[in-house]
């Protein structure tokens, strides 16, 4: 059993190079399974009774906010089978109280991961991306900013790998290059499970 936390900033490109990780692992008969932590965070708050866009997640009361987070890292770890585990989530989620962890010990002890994976662009695509992602209501942000965001993002990185012993890698996913990406990231999870 292997478990891959894969981040990354909003418009990073994170989900669109976990599609591609999909292809390429089916092409080599690696089977793989992906799961979104704010699909499962919606779906936990739908049972709620509270029917949000995900985008409106980070908007509510932190406190509602830590309770789900903490019910859906269960869920994923009891879901999880004996192959490899992709979660699709976040080092910090942006809240109306501050940058929060989005990988807090409580998370990670149950997530339990062997790799840390963070997906990175040059700071000035991640903010064309942000302004031209019609599907999602994002903030934008200068490049300056999200600068300060990428290094956020890898302060927590260490963080999460000084707390389970995972390596944490980068993985670059420059403009219309997100296959290489996936290609790379699967080559990192063969050689863990071989
Ligand atoms: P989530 O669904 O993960 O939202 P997100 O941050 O917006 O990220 P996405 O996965 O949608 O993708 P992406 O922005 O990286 O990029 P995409 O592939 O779409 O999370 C939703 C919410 O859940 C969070 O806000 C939070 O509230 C909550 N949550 C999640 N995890 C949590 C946790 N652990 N704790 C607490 N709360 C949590 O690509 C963007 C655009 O770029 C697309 O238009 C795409 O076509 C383009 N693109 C991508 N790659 C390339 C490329 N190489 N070249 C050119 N264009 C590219």
Redesign the pocket.
């Known amino acids: 059993m292997l478990t891959v936390i894969v981040t990354?900033l909003?418009?990073?490109?994170?989900?669109?190079?976990l599609d591609a990780l999909k292809g390429v692992s089916e092409r080599n008969g690696v089977p793989i399974s992906i799961v979104?932590?704010?699909t499962a965070?919606s779906e936990i708050l739908k049972r709620k009774g509270v029917a949000l866009d995900?985008?409106d997640?980070?908007r509510q009361d932190i406190a509602l906010?830590r309770e789900v987070?903490e019910e859906a890292a269960r869920e994923i770890s009891e879901r999880r089978g004996g192959g490899i585990l992709i979660v699709?989530?976040?080092m910090f989620?942006k809240t109306d109280c501050g940058l929060w962890p989005?990988?807090p010990m409580n998370?990670l002890s149950k997530l339990s991961p062997s790799l840390l994976v963070l997906i990175e662009a040059p700071p000035e695509e991640i903010a064309n991306?942000r302004r031209?992602?019609r599907s999602?209501r994002?903030d934008e942000a200068s490049r300056a900013l999200i600068e300060q965001e990428l290094n956020w993002s890898r302060s927590l990185a260490a963080a999460c790998s000084v707390m389970t012993g995972a390596p944490v890698k980068i993985v670059n996913?420059?403009?219309?290059?997100?296959l290489e990406?996936a290609e790379e990231l699967f080559g990192i999870i063969s050689k863990m499970v071989r």
Request: proline share 5%; net charge positive; hydrophobic share 25%.
């Open positions: 990354g909003p418009g990073v490109g994170k989900t669109t190079v979104n932590f704010g965070m995900r985008d997640i980070r906010q987070q699709d989530t976040h989620v989005g990988l998370v991306r031209s992602d999602r994002r996913n420059e403009p219309g290059r997100h990406a």
